[in-house]
């Protein structure tokens, strides 16, 4: 038998109809998923596209988690966060409240398996990957249709070994390791590929750690990162008392890769990601002195005890100089976090305790100061994310935060360190009643939904026509976040009202008057076009990138590449995705042009967008043809609506 290594294992296992053998790399492969993770910016949509579907429990170990609306200023957020109590309720899953953490640092600690699956609707559920478990980001849509039991269709990726030797000095962390990856894998061209890491150096990573590392991964925009499933993760299961999850998951020997990324940890510094879009990754000690105007330490990348210990030991006896928050994972690793002392010390330092939450990573809450100059421990720092357009945001590891804190600018935390940053060992806190269990089915049948009145239901979207006729809304570049088509920020408490989050969010940041011009015209009759160039909707999971440029009549996007779960989504919402046969045509085309597109001829995938005074542009279609009749109906729960009709 050929050997194998960690992912082809895990894919293999967790592979729909249990296949003898995996396909080769390109090829579509279903996947089976064991749990299926929400969280309430996404989850409203995602639980109402569910209830549509007419299911009447959930088929998958499903997690619902309270922690990106959690400001809650007005009713909004609140009555979003009672309705996903009572689908929970309803449906069979977990669910955790408001301030009980961050869906991914709650999953890893209280839910994640490895060998099992989770597909979740935040593209970071990457993160359990550092458990030995295959993790995938997917729009809402999408793991809605894997909570009711439908398999979800994935390309075989190629796997790309990163071998780690060595181990981190004190002042480098987890996040440094990955900041240094993706130096060296770059953030695009990555479609495609999974990372599985290996070598001696494993050892000197706890789960933690691992986690930040898989959960960064996605920045690079790889399908999925993994760790093997080793002594480590058996330590840290028996911490969490669950010594029963634990099950082995190694590669084989002999087991090969489609190349190697050689990783040395002892030779790691101290690295920053400079604004926008992780530009660049550099020694901190390069930029040593910049003048700064706030830390952000926290979400759902580092913010685990053993790192926010290591803040509390720079921090301990001294004063922070500017304006310093810091937000733990969960409500167990803060309570860790005051058994050990390290709450006092937060205090005593002069640093603002946020809730376990989100918060200042996704601009809720701890926004910088106009022009201002932030280093956040996030994973993200695409233009305006954090609730200020003019404010730039660098991301470092937790320590080079807390000591640049300390000194007011930034610092290597080498400099402030004398020995190896030992701190305080406790033991974990595992409090499994702080989740809402699900409810045996007689009890769940008996429950009532909660709607309020600001949770509008899903449009009813129409079919794809047989011609297409408008003009270009928009021509972007290239790297077009999901921040950008639809930001978060302020206008988060929308989601659960995508008519209205269209109308008043939808590429805000890149043109105020683009939800006018668009709802005027498919007022009008006509359809809207975008142009972009690579890299179109990279970044976040959250479909409403998809869901509300279709609401004001956006048909079809045309770009030189899109990024995989976006792609998704706009089929998901009857958005045709297309990309050019010849890319420098990008340039013949205007924001404004009258377009036209003969839709008739999908299934060939080769198509010709008639421009006004240009002629013909070639065009591919980016989507599989397995998704054409979901665009053809107008999206998936239009596709799946005639089929229960039929």
Request: net charge neutral; with cysteine; glycine share 10%.
């Amino acid at each position: 038998m050929k050997a194998l290594n960690v992912a082809q294992k895990i894919l293999l296992a967790n592979a729909a109809g249990k296949p003898a053998q995996l396909p080769e790399p390109g090829q579509p492969l279903e996947i089976q998923f064991t749990h299926t993770l929400y969280q309430d910016a996404t989850g409203t949509a995602a639980a109402l596209a569910f209830e549509k579907m007419g299911v009447d429990r959930v088929k998958t170990t499903a997690v619902i988690v309270v922690d990106h609306k959690t400001l809650q200023v007005g009713y909004i957020d609140g009555d979003d966060h009672r309705y996903l109590e009572s689908f929970s309720k309803k449906y069979g899953c977990w669910f955790s409240r408001g301030g009980n953490g961050i869906c991914h640092s709650v999953f890893l600690e209280d839910f994640a398996v490895p060998g099992k699956s989770v597909l979740g609707s935040d593209s970071h559920t990457t993160n359990a990957g550092g458990m030995g478990m295959l993790a995938l980001g997917a729009g809402g849509t999408d793991v809605s249709f894997a909570m009711a039991g439908t398999s979800y269709k994935i390309e075989m990726p190629n796997v790309v070994e990163v071998h780690l030797t060595g181990s981190l000095h004190p002042g480098v962390l987890a996040k440094d390791v990955i900041l240094n990856v993706l130096k060296v894998i770059g953030i695009k061209g990555n479609k495609g590929i999974c990372l599985e890491y290996t070598g001696p150096g494993l050892k000197s990573l706890n789960v933690t750690d691992r986690a930040t590392i898989c959960n960064m991964g996605t920045e690079g925009g790889v399908a999925f990162s993994i760790f093997p499933s080793d002594e480590v993760t058996q330590a840290y299961l028996e911490g969490r008392q669950r010594a029963k999850d634990f099950q082995p998951l190694l590669a084989d020997a002999g087991a090969t890769y489609s190349r190697t990324v050689e990783i040395d940890l002892s030779s790691l510094v101290p690295t920053i990601a400079l604004y926008p879009r992780l530009k660049a990754m550099e020694p901190v000690a390069n930029h040593a002195g910049m003048p700064i105007d706030a830390v952000f330490i926290g979400s759902c990348t580092n913010a685990n005890y053993a790192n926010l210990a290591r803040v509390g030991e720079i921090l301990r006896g001294k004063r922070v100089k500017v304006d310093t928050a810091i937000a733990p994972g969960s409500q167990t690793v803060a309570r860790q976090l005051a058994a050990a002392g390290y709450m006092e010390v937060f205090y005593a330092a002069g640093v603002r305790i946020m809730e376990n939450a989100c918060s200042a990573c996704i601009g809720q809450g701890f926004s910088p100061p106009s022009n201002g100059v932030m280093l956040s421990t996030a994973n993200r720092n695409f233009a305006g994310r954090s609730g200020t357009e003019s404010a730039q945001v660098h991301l470092v590891s937790p320590v080079t935060a807390a000591a640049s804190a300390v000194m007011g600018c930034l610092t290597d935390p080498r400099d402030l360190i004398s020995g190896d940053l030992a701190y305080k060992q406790v033991p974990p806190v595992v409090d499994m009643a702080s989740y809402q269990a699900p409810l045996p089915p007689a009890e769940a049948a008996k429950v009532v939904m909660h709607y309020g009145p600001g949770i509008a239901p899903l449009p009813t979207l129409a079919g794809l026509p047989a011609k297409l006729e408008g003009e270009v809304l928009l021509k972007l570049g290239d790297e077009v976040t999901t921040d950008l088509i639809q930001p978060a920020g302020k206008y988060l408490s929308l989601r659960s009202n995508a008519d209205e989050y269209a109308k008043q969010a939808t590429f805000v940041q890149a043109d105020k008057t683009f939800s006018a011009r668009a709802a005027a015209l498919r007022d009008a009759g006509g359809h809207g076009f975008l142009v972009a160039g690579d890299g179109y909707g990279m970044g976040s999971s959250r479909e409403h990138a998809g869901l509300c440029p279709r609401i004001l009549g956006v048909r079809a996007i045309v770009a030189k590449g899109f990024e995989r779960i976006h792609l998704a989504n706009l089929a998901n919402f009857g958005i045709l995705a297309l990309t050019f046969e010849n890319p420098a045509d990008l340039e013949r085309i205007e924001q404004g042009a009258k377009v036209a597109l003969d839709t008739s001829g999908l299934e060939s995938g080769q198509l010709k967008l008639v421009v006004s005074g240009v002629g013909e542009i070639p065009l591919k279609l980016a989507q599989g043809k397995e998704d054409i009749p979901m665009i053809r109906a107008g999206g998936a729960l239009s596709l799946f609506a005639s089929q229960m009709a039929a």
